[in-house]
Nanobody, 124 residues
Framework: QVQLVESGGGLVQPGGSLRLSCAAS????????MGWYRQAPGQQRELVAD???????NYVDSVKGRFTISRDNAKNTVYLQMNSLKPEDTAVYYC??????????????????WGQGTQVTVSS
């Protein structure tokens, strides 16, 4: 079993900053891509940013230049630094990870996991 636990959400004024963290724990051999998604009320869940195990990053256009994704492979943790926040960034933010589990010395499986979500509200 693998758990993803997010932290760092909250209420912030427009132009402010927040840092989200997501720590993975459990039966982990390694983690491939980790990412952050968000879902606003009445909207579909969308990819905000993701990062490969090698550090290659990808961002949705609306957050480029404002958000930075990073990860600490030794801690199985991914971060999202959010600067210059706007009201339209308000959403529940979810952590996502492709986790490799070692079933035996020669068998590994990859499964996708989601965190429980953390609320980010940008309002004056």
């Amino acid at each position: 079993q693998v758990q993803l636990v997010e932290s760092g959400g909250g209420l912030v004024q427009p132009g402010g900053s927040l840092r989200l963290s997501c720590a993975a724990s459990g039966s982990i051999f390694s983690i491939n891509t980790m990412g952050w998604y968000r879902q606003a009320p009445g909207q579909q869940r969308e990819l905000v940013a993701d990062i490969t195990s090698g550090g290659r990053t990808n961002y949705v256009d609306s957050v480029k230049g404002r958000f930075t994704i990073s990860r600490d492979n030794a801690k199985n943790t991914v971060y999202l630094q959010m600067n210059s926040l706007k009201p339209e960034d308000t959403a529940v933010y979810y952590c996502n990870a492709d986790v490799v589990t070692e079933l035996s010395s020669i068998v590994r499986s990859v499964r996708n996991y989601w965190g429980q979500g953390t609320q980010v509200t940008v309002s004056s």
